[in-house]
Protein backbone atom coordinates (compact mmCIF):
# COMPACT_ATOMS: atom_id res chain seq x y z
CA UNK A 1 0.00 0.00 0.00
CA UNK A 2 2.42 2.63 1.40
CA UNK A 3 4.63 1.98 -1.98
CA UNK A 4 1.74 2.39 -4.43
CA UNK A 5 0.47 5.50 -2.54
CA UNK A 6 3.28 6.92 -0.50
CA UNK A 7 1.13 8.03 2.83
CA UNK A 8 1.23 11.19 4.68
CA UNK A 9 0.35 10.49 8.69
CA UNK A 10 -2.15 13.66 9.82
CA UNK A 11 0.57 15.08 12.23
CA UNK A 12 2.69 15.37 9.67
CA UNK A 13 -0.08 17.49 7.63
CA UNK A 14 1.19 20.72 6.37
CA UNK A 15 -1.18 23.88 4.22
CA UNK A 16 -1.47 24.60 1.41
CA UNK A 17 -0.29 21.33 -0.07
CA UNK A 18 -2.08 18.83 -2.42
CA UNK A 19 -1.93 15.42 -3.94
CA UNK A 20 -1.64 14.17 -0.29
CA UNK A 21 -2.43 10.50 0.47
CA UNK A 22 -4.07 9.17 3.81
CA UNK A 23 -4.54 6.59 5.37
CA UNK A 24 -6.33 5.76 8.40
CA UNK A 25 -10.07 4.12 9.59
CA UNK A 26 -13.29 5.78 9.26
CA UNK A 27 -14.81 7.33 12.59
CA UNK A 28 -17.42 9.60 11.15
CA UNK A 29 -19.01 9.94 8.43
CA UNK A 30 -21.89 12.29 6.96
CA UNK A 31 -24.61 11.95 4.69
CA UNK A 32 -24.11 13.66 1.49
CA UNK A 33 -25.73 16.92 1.10
CA UNK A 34 -26.90 18.64 -2.40
CA UNK A 35 -27.40 22.38 -2.81
CA UNK A 36 -27.63 24.73 -5.34
CA UNK A 37 -24.81 26.01 -6.87
CA UNK A 38 -24.06 29.58 -6.09
CA UNK A 39 -22.37 30.15 -9.47
CA UNK A 40 -24.86 28.63 -11.85
CA UNK A 41 -28.67 28.63 -11.17
CA UNK A 42 -28.84 25.47 -13.56
CA UNK A 43 -26.49 23.49 -11.58
CA UNK A 44 -26.15 22.05 -7.88
CA UNK A 45 -23.01 20.86 -5.97
CA UNK A 46 -23.15 18.26 -2.98
CA UNK A 47 -20.65 17.46 -0.23
CA UNK A 48 -19.93 15.06 2.66
CA UNK A 49 -17.74 14.61 5.56
CA UNK A 50 -15.61 11.80 6.90
CA UNK A 51 -13.32 12.03 9.90
CA UNK A 52 -10.18 9.86 9.41
CA UNK A 53 -7.76 8.45 12.10
CA UNK A 54 -4.69 6.84 12.29
CA UNK A 55 -1.89 6.41 14.94
CA UNK A 56 -1.00 10.15 15.08
CA UNK A 57 -4.28 11.47 15.30
CA UNK A 58 -7.51 12.31 13.03
CA UNK A 59 -8.52 14.99 10.61
CA UNK A 60 -11.99 16.05 9.02
CA UNK A 61 -12.04 15.16 5.46
CA UNK A 62 -14.60 17.01 3.18
CA UNK A 63 -15.98 15.53 -0.19
CA UNK A 64 -16.76 18.17 -3.09
CA UNK A 65 -18.07 17.92 -6.30
CA UNK A 66 -21.48 16.66 -8.13
CA UNK A 67 -24.12 14.60 -6.37
CA UNK A 68 -23.07 11.30 -8.63
CA UNK A 69 -19.45 11.64 -8.02
CA UNK A 70 -19.99 12.57 -3.93
CA UNK A 71 -22.40 10.01 -3.55
CA UNK A 72 -20.61 7.09 -5.93
CA UNK A 73 -17.40 7.51 -3.00
CA UNK A 74 -19.41 7.45 -0.29
CA UNK A 75 -20.91 3.94 -1.31
CA UNK A 76 -17.49 2.80 -1.66
CA UNK A 77 -17.05 2.90 2.31
CA UNK A 78 -18.60 2.84 6.28
CA UNK A 79 -18.32 3.75 9.27
CA UNK A 80 -14.98 1.57 11.13
CA UNK A 81 -13.68 0.72 7.26
CA UNK A 82 -9.70 1.22 6.68
CA UNK A 83 -9.54 3.65 3.44
CA UNK A 84 -6.90 5.65 1.93
CA UNK A 85 -7.43 8.69 0.53
CA UNK A 86 -5.66 9.83 -2.22
CA UNK A 87 -5.19 13.34 -4.21
CA UNK A 88 -6.26 15.37 -0.97
CA UNK A 89 -5.91 19.35 -0.47
CA UNK A 90 -4.46 20.49 2.91
CA UNK A 91 -5.82 23.78 4.01
CA UNK A 92 -6.14 25.69 7.62
CA UNK A 93 -9.14 24.55 9.42
CA UNK A 94 -12.30 27.28 9.34
CA UNK A 95 -14.78 28.20 11.70
CA UNK A 96 -17.37 26.37 9.94
CA UNK A 97 -15.60 23.13 10.11
CA UNK A 98 -15.10 23.38 13.67
CA UNK A 99 -18.91 24.40 14.66
CA UNK A 100 -20.21 21.47 12.24
CA UNK A 101 -17.86 18.73 12.49
CA UNK A 102 -15.74 16.47 15.46
CA UNK A 103 -13.18 18.42 17.19
CA UNK A 104 -9.91 17.56 16.86
CA UNK A 105 -6.24 19.11 17.52
CA UNK A 106 -5.46 19.27 13.98
CA UNK A 107 -4.87 22.96 12.65
CA UNK A 108 -5.59 21.49 9.30
CA UNK A 109 -8.75 20.31 7.13
CA UNK A 110 -8.54 17.89 4.17
CA UNK A 111 -10.17 17.94 1.00
CA UNK A 112 -11.06 16.20 -2.43
CA UNK A 113 -12.49 17.61 -5.06
CA UNK A 114 -14.15 15.94 -8.55
CA UNK A 115 -11.70 18.43 -10.89
CA UNK A 116 -8.43 17.06 -8.26
CA UNK A 117 -9.18 13.64 -9.23
CA UNK A 118 -9.36 12.82 -5.32
CA UNK A 119 -10.50 9.49 -4.84
CA UNK A 120 -11.45 7.43 -1.45
CA UNK A 121 -10.86 3.43 -1.35
CA UNK A 122 -11.76 0.95 1.04
CA UNK A 123 -8.84 -1.22 2.07
CA UNK A 124 -8.72 -5.01 2.06
CA UNK A 125 -6.44 -6.37 4.96
CA UNK A 126 -6.06 -7.13 8.92
CA UNK A 127 -4.63 -3.72 10.02
CA UNK A 128 -5.28 -4.50 13.23
CA UNK A 129 -3.09 -1.09 14.28
CA UNK A 130 -5.96 1.07 12.45
CA UNK A 131 -8.98 -1.02 13.48
CA UNK A 132 -7.64 -1.20 17.44
CA UNK A 133 -7.88 2.38 16.53
CA UNK A 134 -12.07 1.85 17.21
CA UNK A 135 -11.58 1.08 21.00
CA UNK A 136 -8.94 4.12 21.41
CA UNK A 137 -10.25 7.08 23.28
CA UNK A 138 -10.63 10.16 21.54
CA UNK A 139 -10.84 12.27 24.60
CA UNK A 140 -9.18 11.77 27.90
CA UNK A 141 -10.47 8.84 29.69
CA UNK A 142 -11.97 10.82 32.18
CA UNK A 143 -13.78 13.33 30.49
CA UNK A 144 -17.37 12.25 30.56
CA UNK A 145 -20.51 13.47 32.91
CA UNK A 146 -22.19 10.52 34.61
CA UNK A 147 -25.51 10.21 33.41
CA UNK A 148 -26.92 11.10 36.68
CA UNK A 149 -25.25 14.07 36.79
CA UNK A 150 -26.72 15.21 33.51
CA UNK A 151 -30.29 14.46 34.94
CA UNK A 152 -30.02 16.20 37.90
CA UNK A 153 -28.72 19.26 36.09
CA UNK A 154 -32.32 18.68 34.26
CA UNK A 155 -32.83 21.77 31.77
CA UNK A 156 -29.65 23.66 33.47
CA UNK A 157 -27.99 21.82 31.01
CA UNK A 158 -30.38 22.61 27.82
CA UNK A 159 -28.18 23.14 24.40
CA UNK A 160 -24.46 21.57 26.04
CA UNK A 161 -22.57 19.62 24.31
CA UNK A 162 -20.92 16.79 26.46
CA UNK A 163 -19.53 13.38 26.56
CA UNK A 164 -21.03 10.37 28.25
CA UNK A 165 -20.05 7.04 28.59
CA UNK A 166 -22.49 4.35 29.65
CA UNK A 167 -23.78 0.83 28.90
CA UNK A 168 -26.52 -0.15 25.68
CA UNK A 169 -29.98 -0.68 27.54
CA UNK A 170 -31.84 -0.99 24.57
CA UNK A 171 -32.44 0.57 21.21
CA UNK A 172 -35.40 1.17 19.00
CA UNK A 173 -35.66 -0.17 15.61
CA UNK A 174 -35.24 2.75 12.86
CA UNK A 175 -38.36 4.96 13.32
CA UNK A 176 -40.36 7.38 10.87
CA UNK A 177 -41.10 11.14 11.52
CA UNK A 178 -41.70 14.60 10.31
CA UNK A 179 -40.23 17.26 11.16
CA UNK A 180 -41.96 20.56 12.47
CA UNK A 181 -41.27 22.26 9.07
CA UNK A 182 -42.52 19.12 7.00
CA UNK A 183 -39.18 16.88 6.14
CA UNK A 184 -39.56 13.30 6.73
CA UNK A 185 -36.43 12.21 8.72
CA UNK A 186 -35.33 8.44 10.49
CA UNK A 187 -34.21 8.28 13.60
CA UNK A 188 -33.07 5.60 15.78
CA UNK A 189 -33.27 6.14 19.93
CA UNK A 190 -30.92 4.40 22.28
CA UNK A 191 -30.98 4.20 26.41
CA UNK A 192 -27.60 3.77 28.34
CA UNK A 193 -27.37 2.69 31.55
CA UNK A 194 -24.32 3.44 33.73
CA UNK A 195 -23.65 2.56 37.87
CA UNK A 196 -25.45 4.95 39.02
CA UNK A 197 -28.32 5.54 36.65
CA UNK A 198 -30.32 2.91 34.88
CA UNK A 199 -31.98 5.20 32.08
CA UNK A 200 -30.75 8.21 29.57
CA UNK A 201 -32.14 8.19 26.11
CA UNK A 202 -30.11 9.43 23.14
CA UNK A 203 -31.75 9.52 19.64
CA UNK A 204 -29.60 9.18 16.57
CA UNK A 205 -30.58 11.26 13.56
CA UNK A 206 -27.97 10.46 11.18
CA UNK A 207 -28.27 7.71 8.74
CA UNK A 208 -24.93 6.67 7.86
CA UNK A 209 -25.07 5.57 12.01
CA UNK A 210 -27.74 3.63 11.92
CA UNK A 211 -26.34 0.40 11.02
CA UNK A 212 -23.10 0.71 12.98
CA UNK A 213 -25.16 1.33 16.03
CA UNK A 214 -27.37 -1.52 15.25
CA UNK A 215 -24.39 -4.15 15.66
CA UNK A 216 -24.00 -2.62 19.27
CA UNK A 217 -25.24 -5.55 22.09
CA UNK A 218 -27.82 -4.97 24.92
CA UNK A 219 -26.55 -4.81 28.29
CA UNK A 220 -22.57 -5.79 26.56
CA UNK A 221 -22.04 -3.13 24.60
CA UNK A 222 -19.72 0.30 26.39
CA UNK A 223 -19.89 3.29 24.54
CA UNK A 224 -18.20 6.50 24.59
CA UNK A 225 -19.61 9.34 23.09
CA UNK A 226 -18.43 12.73 22.57
CA UNK A 227 -20.10 16.08 22.14
CA UNK A 228 -23.67 14.79 22.46
CA UNK A 229 -26.55 17.60 22.57
CA UNK A 230 -28.62 17.39 25.78
CA UNK A 231 -32.35 18.50 25.59
CA UNK A 232 -35.20 18.99 27.46
CA UNK A 233 -37.77 16.36 26.52
CA UNK A 234 -41.31 18.34 27.50
CA UNK A 235 -42.78 15.04 26.74
CA UNK A 236 -41.24 12.80 29.22
CA UNK A 237 -40.31 15.74 30.86
CA UNK A 238 -36.40 14.64 31.43
CA UNK A 239 -33.46 15.26 29.83
CA UNK A 240 -32.11 13.40 27.14
CA UNK A 241 -29.35 13.56 23.99
CA UNK A 242 -28.87 13.68 20.48
CA UNK A 243 -25.82 13.34 18.00
CA UNK A 244 -24.77 15.80 15.74
CA UNK A 245 -22.22 16.28 12.65
CA UNK A 246 -19.46 16.89 15.78
CA UNK A 247 -20.54 13.68 17.20
CA UNK A 248 -18.13 10.66 17.30
CA UNK A 249 -18.58 7.08 19.49
CA UNK A 250 -15.85 4.66 20.41
CA UNK A 251 -16.82 1.62 21.05
CA UNK A 252 -16.15 -0.80 23.99
CA UNK A 253 -13.39 1.75 24.56
CA UNK A 254 -9.90 0.43 26.18
CA UNK A 255 -9.86 2.35 29.90
CA UNK A 256 -10.45 1.33 33.27
CA UNK A 257 -13.79 3.34 33.72
CA UNK A 258 -15.26 1.42 30.57
CA UNK A 259 -13.42 -1.98 31.48
CA UNK A 260 -14.99 -1.55 34.96
CA UNK A 261 -18.63 -0.44 33.74
CA UNK A 262 -18.46 -3.62 31.56
CA UNK A 263 -17.80 -5.74 34.50
CA UNK A 264 -21.15 -3.84 36.05
CA UNK A 265 -23.22 -4.70 33.89
CA UNK A 266 -21.63 -8.13 33.24
CA UNK A 267 -22.22 -8.60 36.89
CA UNK A 268 -26.01 -7.04 37.57
CA UNK A 269 -27.51 -8.54 34.41
CA UNK A 270 -28.93 -11.70 35.44
CA UNK A 271 -30.02 -9.91 39.28
CA UNK A 272 -32.01 -6.85 38.27
CA UNK A 273 -34.84 -8.60 36.54
CA UNK A 274 -37.17 -5.20 36.66
CA UNK A 275 -33.80 -3.01 35.41
CA UNK A 276 -33.01 -5.07 32.67
CA UNK A 277 -36.17 -7.20 31.72
CA UNK A 278 -35.96 -10.88 31.10
CA UNK A 279 -32.97 -12.34 30.26
CA UNK A 280 -32.70 -15.29 28.38
CA UNK A 281 -28.72 -15.86 28.56
CA UNK A 282 -28.94 -18.59 31.37
CA UNK A 283 -30.58 -20.53 29.54
CA UNK A 284 -27.76 -21.11 27.20
CA UNK A 285 -25.42 -22.51 28.80
CA UNK A 286 -26.90 -25.04 31.59
CA UNK A 287 -24.20 -25.60 34.87
CA UNK A 288 -24.19 -29.58 34.43
CA UNK A 289 -23.36 -29.44 30.62
CA UNK A 290 -20.19 -27.33 31.85
CA UNK A 291 -17.05 -29.00 30.34
CA UNK A 292 -13.34 -28.68 31.54
CA UNK A 293 -10.58 -26.54 29.69
CA UNK A 294 -6.78 -25.29 29.94
CA UNK A 295 -6.28 -21.58 29.43
CA UNK A 296 -5.19 -22.60 26.14
CA UNK A 297 -8.68 -23.74 25.58
CA UNK A 298 -10.60 -21.07 26.46
CA UNK A 299 -8.59 -18.35 24.54
CA UNK A 300 -8.69 -20.80 21.79
CA UNK A 301 -12.97 -20.72 22.21
CA UNK A 302 -12.31 -16.88 22.11
CA UNK A 303 -10.50 -16.90 18.74
CA UNK A 304 -12.42 -19.41 16.66
CA UNK A 305 -15.65 -17.04 17.63
CA UNK A 306 -13.77 -14.10 16.91
CA UNK A 307 -12.99 -15.41 13.61
CA UNK A 308 -14.61 -18.20 12.10
CA UNK A 309 -17.92 -16.48 12.07
CA UNK A 310 -19.28 -19.60 13.84
CA UNK A 311 -23.19 -19.82 14.98
CA UNK A 312 -22.28 -20.67 18.49
CA UNK A 313 -23.78 -19.03 21.87
CA UNK A 314 -22.02 -15.97 22.61
CA UNK A 315 -22.40 -17.13 26.49
CA UNK A 316 -19.25 -19.58 27.42
CA UNK A 317 -19.31 -21.21 30.62
CA UNK A 318 -16.14 -23.73 31.55
CA UNK A 319 -14.24 -25.26 34.15
CA UNK A 320 -11.29 -24.69 34.42
CA UNK A 321 -8.11 -26.62 36.64
CA UNK A 322 -5.76 -23.38 37.50
CA UNK A 323 -3.75 -21.93 39.98
CA UNK A 324 -4.29 -17.77 41.05
CA UNK A 325 -1.27 -16.24 40.00
CA UNK A 326 -2.72 -12.60 41.17
CA UNK A 327 -4.47 -12.34 44.19
CA UNK A 328 -4.49 -8.72 45.67
CA UNK A 329 -6.67 -9.05 48.52
CA UNK A 330 -4.15 -6.81 50.30
CA UNK A 331 -3.77 -3.93 47.92
CA UNK A 332 -4.22 -0.58 49.94
CA UNK A 333 -5.60 1.44 46.80
CA UNK A 334 -7.96 -0.60 45.28
CA UNK A 335 -9.45 -2.12 47.80
CA UNK A 336 -11.41 -5.24 47.12
CA UNK A 337 -14.69 -4.42 48.14
CA UNK A 338 -17.45 -1.47 47.50
CA UNK A 339 -20.80 -0.59 48.00
CA UNK A 340 -24.38 -1.29 46.22
CA UNK A 341 -28.06 -1.10 47.58
CA UNK A 342 -29.15 -3.78 49.25
CA UNK A 343 -32.43 -4.12 47.79
CA UNK A 344 -31.02 -4.32 43.80
CA UNK A 345 -27.80 -4.39 43.67
CA UNK A 346 -27.31 -1.12 42.14
CA UNK A 347 -23.58 -0.14 42.40
CA UNK A 348 -23.46 3.39 44.85
CA UNK A 349 -21.17 6.29 44.82
CA UNK A 350 -20.08 5.89 48.84
CA UNK A 351 -22.03 4.77 51.94
CA UNK A 352 -22.87 7.59 52.92
CA UNK A 353 -25.65 7.85 49.99
CA UNK A 354 -29.24 8.48 50.88
CA UNK A 355 -30.71 7.02 48.23
CA UNK A 356 -30.32 4.44 45.28
CA UNK A 357 -30.08 6.02 41.62
CA UNK A 358 -31.71 3.06 40.13
CA UNK A 359 -34.97 4.26 39.43
CA UNK A 360 -36.69 0.98 39.18
CA UNK A 361 -35.61 0.02 42.62
CA UNK A 362 -38.37 -0.37 45.15
CA UNK A 363 -36.75 1.82 47.42
CA UNK A 364 -37.41 4.82 45.46
CA UNK A 365 -40.84 4.75 46.57
CA UNK A 366 -40.07 3.50 50.19
CA UNK A 367 -37.08 5.20 50.78
CA UNK A 368 -37.51 4.20 54.82
CA UNK A 369 -36.31 0.80 53.07
CA UNK A 370 -33.29 1.71 51.20
CA UNK A 371 -30.22 0.42 52.85
CA UNK A 372 -26.47 0.05 51.42
CA UNK A 373 -24.37 -2.49 51.33
CA UNK A 374 -21.04 -3.66 50.79
CA UNK A 375 -20.02 -6.29 48.88
CA UNK A 376 -16.31 -7.97 47.06
CA UNK A 377 -15.17 -6.64 43.77
CA UNK A 378 -11.76 -7.57 42.46
CA UNK A 379 -9.94 -8.83 39.61
CA UNK A 380 -7.61 -11.74 39.79
CA UNK A 381 -5.41 -13.87 37.31
CA UNK A 382 -5.97 -17.33 36.37
CA UNK A 383 -2.66 -19.16 35.09
CA UNK A 384 -1.82 -23.04 34.35
CA UNK A 385 0.86 -24.55 32.13
CA UNK A 386 -0.71 -23.19 28.52
CA UNK A 387 -1.01 -19.63 29.56
CA UNK A 388 -2.61 -16.92 31.90
CA UNK A 389 -6.10 -15.19 31.97
CA UNK A 390 -5.45 -11.87 33.79
CA UNK A 391 -8.38 -9.09 34.99
CA UNK A 392 -10.61 -11.91 35.91
CA UNK A 393 -13.61 -10.41 37.85
CA UNK A 394 -14.90 -12.47 40.45
CA UNK A 395 -18.06 -12.13 41.83
CA UNK A 396 -19.20 -11.36 45.57
CA UNK A 397 -20.42 -14.94 46.37
CA UNK A 398 -17.26 -16.81 45.03
CA UNK A 399 -15.07 -14.36 46.75
CA UNK A 400 -16.97 -14.98 50.20
CA UNK A 401 -16.80 -18.60 50.02
CA UNK A 402 -13.07 -17.85 49.37
CA UNK A 403 -12.31 -15.91 52.33
CA UNK A 404 -14.98 -17.55 54.47
CA UNK A 405 -16.05 -14.75 55.78
CA UNK A 406 -18.24 -11.63 55.04
CA UNK A 407 -16.55 -8.29 54.15
CA UNK A 408 -17.19 -6.36 57.12
CA UNK A 409 -15.27 -9.40 59.47
CA UNK A 410 -12.44 -8.71 56.70
CA UNK A 411 -12.21 -5.50 57.13
CA UNK A 412 -11.76 -5.88 60.70
CA UNK A 413 -8.21 -8.32 59.78
CA UNK A 414 -4.59 -7.14 60.76
CA UNK A 415 -2.30 -6.92 57.53
CA UNK A 416 -0.75 -10.21 58.75
CA UNK A 417 -3.90 -12.08 59.06
CA UNK A 418 -4.44 -10.96 55.32
CA UNK A 419 -1.53 -12.16 54.27
CA UNK A 420 -1.94 -15.09 55.75
CA UNK A 421 -4.86 -15.46 53.94
CA UNK A 422 -3.93 -14.59 50.93
CA UNK A 423 -0.83 -16.77 50.96
CA UNK A 424 -2.75 -20.00 51.19
CA UNK A 425 -4.81 -19.43 47.52
CA UNK A 426 -1.71 -17.51 45.69
CA UNK A 427 -0.14 -19.98 43.38
CA UNK A 428 -2.43 -22.99 44.74
CA UNK A 429 -4.75 -24.84 42.25
CA UNK A 430 -7.69 -24.66 42.09
CA UNK A 431 -11.40 -25.46 40.13
CA UNK A 432 -12.70 -22.61 39.10
CA UNK A 433 -16.36 -22.03 36.64
CA UNK A 434 -15.81 -19.53 34.11
CA UNK A 435 -18.31 -17.67 32.62
CA UNK A 436 -17.25 -15.23 29.72
CA UNK A 437 -19.50 -13.33 26.86
CA UNK A 438 -17.25 -14.07 23.44
CA UNK A 439 -18.98 -11.72 21.34
CA UNK A 440 -16.93 -8.74 23.66
CA UNK A 441 -13.72 -7.01 22.47
CA UNK A 442 -11.74 -7.71 24.64
CA UNK A 443 -13.29 -10.75 26.30
CA UNK A 444 -13.29 -10.30 30.15
CA UNK A 445 -13.93 -13.80 32.01
CA UNK A 446 -15.98 -13.95 34.61
CA UNK A 447 -15.09 -15.94 38.24
CA UNK A 448 -18.67 -17.93 39.51
CA UNK A 449 -17.62 -20.46 41.57
CA UNK A 450 -13.88 -20.83 42.95
CA UNK A 451 -12.58 -23.46 45.14
CA UNK A 452 -9.61 -26.52 46.30
CA UNK A 453 -10.65 -29.65 44.55
CA UNK A 454 -10.25 -33.17 46.33
CA UNK A 455 -7.44 -35.13 45.06
CA UNK A 456 -9.45 -37.43 42.99
CA UNK A 457 -11.21 -34.58 41.56
CA UNK A 458 -8.33 -33.01 40.54
CA UNK A 459 -6.95 -36.38 38.87
CA UNK A 460 -10.50 -36.13 37.12
CA UNK A 461 -10.00 -32.90 35.68
CA UNK A 462 -7.06 -32.81 34.39
CA UNK A 463 -7.05 -35.84 32.12
CA UNK A 464 -10.33 -34.53 30.87
CA UNK A 465 -8.81 -31.69 30.04
CA UNK A 466 -6.27 -32.95 27.43
CA UNK A 467 -9.18 -34.46 25.47
CA UNK A 468 -11.07 -30.69 25.60
CA UNK A 469 -9.00 -28.16 24.58
CA UNK A 470 -11.37 -26.41 22.13
Known amino acids: MDEEYPVTLVKDLLPDSGGVNILGIVICKHTPRTFKDSRSQNSTRCVSTLTLRDKSGY ?22 DVVIITNAQVSFKSTSDENFNPSNQSQYTVAIGEKQGGKIAACEGEFNDLKYLLHAPVRPHNDYYNLSEILEHGESMEGQFVNILGVVKNMTTVQQVRSKNGRDL ?56 SFTSKTLCVQDPDTNEAHQLYDYALEYADQLKNFFGDDDDADLCQIDEVKCYTIEGIRSRIDKYAHENCNDSPL ?31 RLSSASD ?33 GTLDQCRISHTALESMLGMPVEAFQSLNSEDITEIKWSWLMERCKVRLKLSLDKDPVRPWIE ?17 TTART
Not at 61 to 76: A, D, F, P, Q, S
Not at 215 to 237: C, G, H, M, P
Not at 317 to 332: K, Q, S
Open 186 to 241: EKIEITFFDDKSDSFTVVVWEPEYFNYVQQWSEKRTVVFAVDIRLNYNKFKKRMQG
Open 354 to 386: QECRNESCVTRNEPEKFLAEQFYDMQLSLSDHT
Open 449 to 465: LCEKPSFEEAMTLINSS
Open 59 to 80: VNCNIWGGEEYVKELCRGYVLG
Open 316 to 346: FRGLAYVAITNFNIDDNVRKPWNIRCESCKF
